[in-house]
T-cell receptor
Framework: EDQVTQSPEALRLQEGESSSLNCSYTVSGLRGLFWYRQDPGKGPEFLFTLYSAGEEKEKERLKATLTKKESFLHITAPKPEDSATYLC??????????FGTGTRLKVLA | EAGVAQSPRYKIIEKRQSVAFWCNPISGHATLYWYQQILGQGPKLLIQFQNNGVVDDSQLPKDRFSAERLKGVDSTLKIQPAKLEDSAVYLCASVGTGDTDEKLFFGSGTQLSVL
């Protein structure tokens, strides 16, 4: 059965304290792995798509990486405005997505 | 470009009542999804449409949930009768055919509370 697991469930960081979020997956026929950011009361907002092992993408303080079994979202020197829930999703067929449960990140000033 | 529109933003109902949600996807997006997101969990697919046809409704509780996408544009999701466990945020999303990232665009959701 296809499965996407995120860890940790919640993470509290001090401003400037770098860390990584994990997304482990067992998905047959992976077409792409997506990272989304979700703020309270809003829908998820797209961050990155990764397609093959070894691929990396960066945006401001965020960097996403992909291996054959997992993806990491690295947050460098986070700021309070980075506080949000980060969701990982796998595309297992054209336009068919399965989501993880998310990591709730809180960055303290 | 305009985003995915959803209404209402909030709804409070008693159990056994009925409720309907509306979604208007991004113009030109053929594929539309309804997701259920329970507090602290990731979005769970309820139904996927391609134009006005159903692609996947395997996780839709068909005894109480129904959805339609007439004319292949906007969509409605209905719950009748509602149960306490239906309390969740209902998210609508769409994706554009041929988009290089194949990323989902989400609306802000409807937060449903069943009392």
């Amino acid at each position: 059965e296809d499965q996407v697991t995120q860890s940790p469930e919640a993470l509290r960081l001090q401003e400037g304290e770098s860390s990584s979020l994990n997304c482990s997956y067992t998905v047959s026929g992976l077409r792409g792995l997506f990272w989304y950011r979700q703020d309270p009361g809003k829908g998820p907002e797209f961050l990155f798509t990764l397609y093959s092992a070894g691929e990396e993408k960066e945006k401001e303080r965020l960097k996403a990486t992909l291996t054959k079994k997992e993806s990491f979202l690295h947050i460098t020197a986070p700021k309070p405005e980075d506080s949000a829930t980060y969701l990982c999703a796998c595309e297992r067929g054209t336009y068919k997505y399965i989501f993880g449960t998310g990591t709730r990140l809180k960055v303290l000033a | 470009e305009a985003g995915v529109a959803q209404s209402p933003r909030y709804k409070i109902i008693e159990k056994r009542q009925s409720v309907a949600f509306w979604c208007n996807p991004i113009s030109g997006h053929a594929t539309l999804y309804w997701y259920q997101q329970i507090l602290g969990q990731g979005p769970k697919l309820l139904i996927q449409f391609q134009n006005n046809g159903v692609v996947d409704d395997s996780q839709l509780p068909k005894d109480r949930f129904s959805a339609e996408r007439l004319k292949g544009v906007d969509s409605t999701l209905k719950i009748q009768p509602a149960k306490l466990e239906d309390s969740a945020v209902y998210l609508c999303a769409s994706v554009g055919t041929g988009d290089t990232d194949e990323k989902l665009f989400f609306g802000s959701g409807t937060q449903l509370s069943v009392l």
